[in-house]
DNA sequence: CCCAATTAGTTAGTTTGCTAATGAATAATC
DNA sequence: GATTATTCATTAGCAAACTAACTAATTGGG
């Protein structure tokens, strides 16, 4: 009962997850967006005008991070950053034209690759699968904090 | 019924993958390996002395990005290159002592995740994940190749 | 009120992924 | 057998993620 990392589970769900980024990637680059930017575009879409702490943090990222890729996304056009009128230290990212066209384009692309990853799912292994990875989340954050949080020993 | 990012499978499923390679990261760290280097150091206990491409096939990365990634580890003592006899394009790559050694940890370390990860999961359940898992992989395959490999129309 | 502490963001340097272009060695063809 | 084509690997340049160290602005305490 030797453990091999290639028959395990998280090995499969890496390796699906992998397929999924490049047909994203396939299919958004045509419209001048790059991988990372996706999820970015989404959250602005259903938030505009965040500060970048808060948007980092929604996005899973780290705000140096952010950083960069605003950067980029201010230079290609899809997004401009505003400074905070009562606090000079936030700076506050806003949608722009551009930015929203691109983002109805990647909302069908994510659509579209989500209705063919679950063809043939029945609505009940769909809740099967959430609860499920529902579980894995739980147990690989509490494993994590365990590690890095020192137990506050009894 | 408007699609929506935030809600979608793939997006918890990125997230689940993304707290599992930062549990991975966390833990080899203190073995001086890498995120991007457990598969790789897996792939070559199971089969030392690999040509580069051969390796880069089986860890799903470019030649390009193996290059690199050998450079760093050999520079760090976990692998070495060797020229083929008889062909003097290729490379062979095997694991140092030092290599074994980190494997040893790394794939203890990859255990108890999984372990972990999965706790509280019967059989069954994981059996049905496999499952799931494996179909979402064939679509998205079906997809990529129905998308980039324009249909040799009837 | 001024200096210290906190907070937001940026910069620099590293790892990992990619593509495209290049170099070197072998295989195939005329 | 010399030239062409293919194959393996590398290099260069970009995107995306991180940490650590820094700057600049605001807040708080003495």
Not at 33 to 59: C, F, H, S, W
Not at 111 to 129: A, P, Q, T
């Given at each position: 009962?030797?453990?091999?990392?290639?028959?395990?589970?998280?090995?499969?769900?890496?390796?699906?997850?992998?397929?999924?980024?490049?047909?994203?990637?396939?299919?958004?680059?045509?419209?001048?967006?790059?991988?990372?930017?996706?999820?970015?575009?989404?959250?602005?879409?259903?938030?505009?005008?965040?500060?970048?702490?808060?948007?980092?943090?929604?996005?899973?990222?780290?705000?140096?991070?952010?950083?960069?890729?605003?950067?980029?996304?201010?230079?290609s056009g899809l997004v401009e950053?505003?400074?905070?009128?009562?606090?000079?230290?936030?700076?506050?990212?806003?949608?722009?034209?551009?930015?929203?066209?691109?983002?109805?384009?990647?909302?069908?692309?994510?659509?579209?690759?989500?209705?063919?990853?679950?063809?043939?799912?029945?609505?009940?292994?769909?809740?099967?699968?959430?609860?499920?990875?529902?579980?894995?989340?739980?147990?690989?954050?509490?494993?994590?904090?365990?590690?890095?949080?020192?137990?506050?020993?009894?």
């Amino acid at each position: 009962m030797e453990f091999s990392y290639s028959t395990a589970l998280t090995h499969s769900a890496s390796h699906v997850m992998k397929m999924h980024r490049q047909n994203v990637e396939f299919l958004i680059q045509k419209y001048d967006v790059y991988p990372g930017q996706p999820i970015l575009l989404m959250r602005l879409t259903e938030n505009d005008g965040m500060i970048q702490k808060e948007l980092a943090r929604r996005i899973g990222v780290k705000p140096a991070t952010l950083t960069v890729m605003i950067n980029r996304m201010a230079k290609s056009g899809l997004v401009e950053r505003r400074a905070d009128e009562r606090d000079q230290r936030i700076s506050r990212v806003y949608l722009t034209d551009k930015g929203r066209q691109a983002t109805k384009h990647v909302k069908e692309v994510l659509r579209v690759i989500e209705e063919n990853c679950f063809s043939g799912f029945s609505d009940e292994e769909k809740d099967v699968l959430r609860g499920l990875l529902d579980r894995m989340h739980s147990n690989l954050q509490a494993f994590y904090l365990q590690n890095t949080q020192p137990t506050s020993d009894l």
